[in-house]
């Protein structure tokens, strides 16, 4: 499985585990691209992440959202292999 993260706001996302992490996805009515992923983790007990923004955010959205949100979303602080 892949630990899917899904962001769309400051406090809006989502964490999922799906089987394939495809390019682009629609999840509750939002369209999503993948950004980051399927990376692996460099601690071995965790599965693979990827992480999808809302499509209209910008790049630099994307970022400022991602680096918000790792206090709660402990997977985005993790090091990959």
Not at 49 to 75: G, H, N, S
Request: glycine share 4%.
């Amino acid at each position: 499985m892949i630990e899917i993260i899904l962001l769309w706001g400051k406090s809006d996302y989502a964490i999922e585990h799906w089987a394939e992490a495809p390019e682009l996805v629609e999840y509750n009515g939002v369209a999503f691209s993948r950004r980051a992923g399927p990376r692996d983790t460099v601690e071995t007990s965790h599965e693979p992440v990827a992480v999808y923004a809302a499509d209209e955010l910008t790049e630099e959205e994307f970022q400022d959202l991602f680096y918000l949100l790792q206090p709660k979303i402990p997977a985005l602080g993790l090091k990959f292999s």
